[in-house]
């Protein structure tokens, strides 16, 4: 909608859309809804193997080299499955 982070407001969203604040209010509950619902298609549980080659390409590609295990960086290597690789 042309914002970024928490510079949009309901007023705003509503405003955009032609519509109440309690609209807007009521899309964003149904969206949340159904994508609570879907969860469990779009991530699972890895291994602990599975998980240690994870944050092993995490360190190699994105350059953190071990800082995530300090504690300010931290990836616990869930993998979040895209729309596209479902097929």
């Known amino acids: 909608m042309g914002h970024f982070g928490n510079a949009a407001s309901l007023i705003d969203l509503a405003h955009e859309a032609g519509c109440s604040t309690g ?7 149904r969206c949340f809804t159904v ?11 890895l291994t602990a193997k599975e998980k240690e ?4 390409w995490i360190d190699h590609h ?12 931290m990836y ?6 895209r729309m596209q690789d479902l097929g």
């Open 23 to 29: 609209l807007v209010e009521e899309f964003m509950q």
């Open 53 to 56: 080659r994870e944050k092993a």
């Open 62 to 73: 994105l350059g953190f080299r071990g800082t995530w295990q300090d504690g300010w960086v």
């Open 35 to 45: 994508i609570e619902s879907l969860h469990h298609i779009f991530v699972h549980q």
């Open 76 to 81: 616990d290597g869930t993998i979040v499955v």
